[in-house]
């Protein structure tokens, strides 16, 4: 009869431990002796907040940082350039939708622009020595954007003054073959003045090679053929279609290399040595001079002289003759020559980059880097401005999230407008000059979204192996644009695709060259490196880049009308950069897949052996130790992911993910070699650095057999093929011993 | 009446509760979303350890090892030389003392030996062409150990073969002063032979200057002032003293560079690229012979022709004339010549490392190197096996430590021992070469002892700034050898003090050259480096270094019976090493105090304004923004070292540490520009490259003024002091801007 009550208060007794016992677990924090908990233990990737993020990207907002960045020509160091620059630090400041903090970081740069007095200028000289025709000096008047005073005339930047004058030939694109083959065909260069279509080599290259003949001046022209599908009439082109109208003229930088070119290796700061302009090497030898294609019609359709090759053929509608000169039944007297004025003016000009940080959570220490070029030639609207319009757009998404105080990122994120990259990647290179050290040591990758959109077909992303896994996560997550229910990923591989030996069936990611502000990144400084952008589809166009490429026709109604209505491809790229942002800020473990490398060697190394391989026997030289050295870089990065993957399934201590990460974050860094080519400036990468060689190997190898190719044995050329061949493999063993476990020997 | 049972209830109940929540707070680990309980937590600097490994480390076994090691020659790829490889991984491997791994890194190397067959001769010919007098080939077998097969005949190792023969001449030091006050004093320099005392230059140097004048040959002798206080008679020298005995000849490398001279910047693997040899440079350039000063006085005080200056006499017991030629009453008749004939052979031979590492607990992927060279010229007690003696008792004390299962670091250390560091820093450099991005990457410190012990007056370190803090901390905390009672540091300020600005009276740390291994890791590689050694009091000595360095005298009796009796200076030496060690591989926060490096800049910056500014000034270049790069330095350094104490005083996380940590040990490297000094091989440190400038300021900015010095302004001389400006000044912002806080832009 007692019993009950001692059961009530046994059960209330196990009621109230319990209490305690649920209390004492839940509401009092852990002491220990450990440091303060863990702030990094919670934090990986959110994917509710990627959603968020996704779904916050606003088209309509892209299209209206683009009406704004490309309102008026804003050409590197102008006032406009100037404005944006305010714009940007405004946007970036902003309390409700900026991020941490914002800076503009100013340089004294060497920019080469046309003279206002006296403008460049390309006049047919008859017999007499009088003018009877003139080149147009600038572009048609069509939209009403193309006649301010602030549309930088045509010119070819950093291509010496000069006034020749003489007969008139035609080389193609101007390479060493073309201006060999025009030789071959018995044709006079010296004195002449020589007029070469773009595409095939680099602008300035064609002025070096046709110096090298004597030539004295030279003209480059956009072919219909190259650009428009053939089409060059007005009634064709812009406005009427996306192709680019007659009088179009494609602006370009013709320097060899990049960065500013008085402060190689130095950040131009305003005390910073300069390089006497008597020792800048890189120029044009000659003047150069860029126009139209009516312009090119009317001197090419009338030379003299023999048939051009079936390859040099294009669609002035007309049959391309080789000159020299005119053809005594043309327009011109056959005795007719051009001259060629050029005035341009080298100035110091202050150009600023604008760099924007959000302060990550964990792991600050860590900069996932963001970026593109604020400058223009003209209105730039798709050339930098789409990209800027997207970069503008994600600030603006993170920074409200972040201002809300939502989130937070477990690494910081840096976003970076660079100035004067039209002149050569100017901004982006001196940035990199100046933190050096800071940038090596700590960025994870850099994501670079110059013209975010060339057309709406397709993605189309430039990039190192370590990339491609995190660029495939994202993509396969997003919802293409345009009709379908196809992912961005399954609508990529339609377009570009490859057959890997891991994967199978992928879209291809392209190699990065030094066509945009990653170039510093990924050749001087190692750092995992991607180019996004939309594009077109080469079944249905064969237009090198989108026509009105560097002209003033590339304006707002141009994207809005033609490359991209309603802005859904701006979407999808501000998405996919968003969203491999996020990835790599965000992730616990980083995203970046090193053995994704050993497909690249391998193809590498089979090029080599399937294309060099017999010459190199014939020299006694043995890819033996190549084969050694790539074997073991695949084997390291397979038991790496391996490692990686265990670990994932446990709850591993933030410091060993922290020192797995920086594994993969500094792999990149290990096939850096800055004595490897020190005759390319920049150039250290081992992997990517320029290939002048035909064969699809390592850079310094291809390249130094095909200058070996005709000497005899023992001579300089095949020891620097074999000094070429140690550097890669000291490359490749070294990287695969940086993949270790961190404790072996 | 009820309410007592009520209030014992509650009381009860209260019990309960509060024993539940003792129970839940404690018995029930925590469960959270975060990763494992971070193992870095407890994880610090244990001064138990420490004094554990402080008391174990035993004079007598450090006595019993050099025993060993120097019980017979062991010259780089001999037999006793692998022999002792193998001694080391046996000893790295011990089940109770040693590490977790050990292993051998092998190269093959170009070595310069004598010839065995025909041996370098130095004779004296008489006008008759007959031999009238030979310099002795061998030391003298004093104590039974000099006249080994394995003793190697001393030589200057990579002089070229070759017979040269004429008049003597004395040319002092044989530097480039010395070889044009001998033409001054009219002396024809054309075809002689050159006999040059050590000191003043470099080895290879003497020969260099004396062919820019035509010498034909180069004897090298020590001299008595130099190395003996004067004393010169058997019984005044070793075994009866410390001295040198009258026929010790020193050996050495006469190689310009470091590293293997056939791989510049490759491993040399079997399969690496090599030079031919016609394309290395930085050999001596004329037959090289060094002697002992027995036969130095028979040469010189038989020489005719003028007095020498008095800098230049010394203590063969005899006025130094300068020749040409011998002296008419002297022991030679004056017409007599002398001929060098020296027979050297450059082999590839097989050299190697060992690396030992015990596996850091919580940051095995940061290192800390500690190593020395293994090989000699003879017996080498003192150099290179007196410092061995105590890498392999620290190993000892520390492995059997973690064999028990009592200890393991925070971070891994790496136990090194060097091969053919004697013929130029190879294997140290090798392996740089090998693993440079795992290296540079990860390792926090290289610790360096060579000769341990080279008199047992006073400590003597050499070092980077960063290192000057954890040197004195260990220093402070260890008896000193000797009488008294002082401290290592107390005792080590009597002999090298300087007066700090920031600290006042402190033991002056010497600066890092490329005398030993230390060179490549600071040099070529930019990690913070330092060397120590015991040696002697410079009041009570004048000698230039322990007299019978590099000799065949160089015994395990004379370190026993004449420098370290008792070899308390060598326990010294390994208890500021091993305390050094565990401090870098133990603390929670590294104890590299970058901020020691402010002190170097400003006095770097003060010489420069002081000894250069007024010249820089009329060539209108200012150091105006070097001045502003350092007070930025020092103020990022300063505010770095405030965060770190803040912190310090909390419970920081492991990873903000971690975070800091990298920028303390990152520091250094953001010194380095690989393409500041393109000629000087593998010296890329800003701050510490050789300096052949007198003034003692930054070397670049040293180096390009004396050499503009007498040139206009506006030469190309003038133009390179103002890139090493720009370049010193980047390094400095650069720096700079490693050490703010991560999140800032």
Known sequence: MQWTKVLGLGLGAAALLGLGIILGHFAIPKKSNSPAPSISAPQDL?????????????????RENLREL????????????????????????????????????????????????????????????????????????????????????????YAPSGTPQGLLVYANHGTEEDFKELQTQGIKLEGTIA?????????????????????????????????????????????????????????????????????????ATPSSFRLDLANVSGF???????????????????????????????????????????????NFSA??????????????????????????????????????????????????????????????????????????????????????????????????????????????????????????????????????????????????PGPGDLSIYDNWIRY???????????????????????????????????????????????????PTYHTAFDTFDYVDKFLDPGFSSHQAVARTAGSIILRLSDSFFLPLKVSDYSETLRSFLQAAQQDLGALLEQHSISLGPLVTAVEKFEAEAAALGQRISTLQKGSPDPLQVRMLNDQ??????????????????????VLWAARTGSVATFPGLSNACSRAMDTASGSEAWAEVQRQLSIVVTALEGAAATLRPVADL
């Open 195 to 267: 007029l070469t279509r773009y595409g095939g080599v680099g602008r300035g290259d064609k002025a070096v090679n046709a110096a090298k003949h004597g030539v004295a001046g030279v003209l480059v022209y956009t072919d219909p053929a190259d650009i428009n599908d053939g089409l060059s009439s007005p009634s064709e082109t812009f406005p009427n279609s996306w192709y680019l109208p007659p009088s179009g003229v494609e602006r370009g930088s013709y320097y060899k290399y990049f960065g500013d070119p008085l402060t190689p290796y130095l950040p």
């Open 664 to 685: 993969l974050m500094l792999l990149e860094r290990s096939f850096l070699n800055p004595r490897a080519f020190p005759e390319e400036r920049y150039y250290s990468h």
């Open 46 to 62: 959110d994917l509710e907040i990627l959603e968020t993020v996704m779904g916050q990207l606003d088209a309509h907002r892209i």
């Open 335 to 480: 005795d007719s020559q051009v001259n060629v004025s050029v005035y341009n003016l080298l100035e110091l000009r202050n150009s600023s980059n604008v760099l924007g940080i959000i302060h990550g959570a964990v792991e600050p220490d860590r900069y996932v880097l963001y970026g593109n070029h604020r400058d223009s030639w003209v209105h730039g609207a798709v050339d930098p401005s789409s990209g800027t319009a997207v970069l503008l757009e994600l600030s603006r998404v993170l920074g409200t999230l972040l201002k809300k105080g939502t989130w937070r990122p477990r690494r910081s994120i840096v976003f970076a407008s660079w100035g004067a990259e039209e002149f050569g990647l100017i901004g982006s290179t001196e940035f990199t000059e100046e933190f050096f050290n800071k940038l090596q040591e700590r960025t994870v990758a850099y994501i670079n979204v110059d013209i975010a959109v060339f057309a709406n077909a397709t993605l189309r992303v430039q990039g190192t192996p370590p990339v491609q896994s995190v660029v495939f996560s994202a993509t396969k997550e997003i919802r293409s």
């Open 496 to 546: 570009f695709n490859r057959s890997s030996p891991v994967y199978g069936l992928v879209p291809s990611l392209g190699s990065l060259g030094a066509g945009s502000d990653y170039a510093p990144f990924i050749h001087f400084l190692g750092i995992s490196s991607m180019d996004i952008a939309y594009t077109y589809d080469q079944s249905k166009t064969s237009a090198r880049i989108y």
């Open 70 to 157: 490309s309102r008026e020509p804003h050409l590197a160091s102008s006032p406009r350039d100037e404005d944006l620059v305010q714009l940007l630090l405004q946007r970036w400041k902003d309390p409700e939708s900026g991020l941490d903090s914002a800076e503009a970081f100013t340089y004294e740069v060497l920019l080469s622009f046309p003279s206002q007095e006296q403008p460049n200028v390309v006049d047919i000289v008859g017999p007499t020595g009088d003018i009877i025709h003139s080149c147009h000096r600038t572009e048609e008047n069509v939209t009403g954007e193309q006649g301010g005073a602030d549309v930088i005339q045509p010119h070819a930047a």
């Open 284 to 330: 044009p030898p000659i003047p150069t001079q860029p126009i139209g294609f009516q312009d090119a019609r009317d001197l090419l359709c009338n030379l003299n002289g023999t048939l051009a090759p079936a390859t040099w053929q294009g669609a002035l509608g007309c049959h391309y003759r080789l000159g020299p000169g005119f053809r005594p039944d043309g």
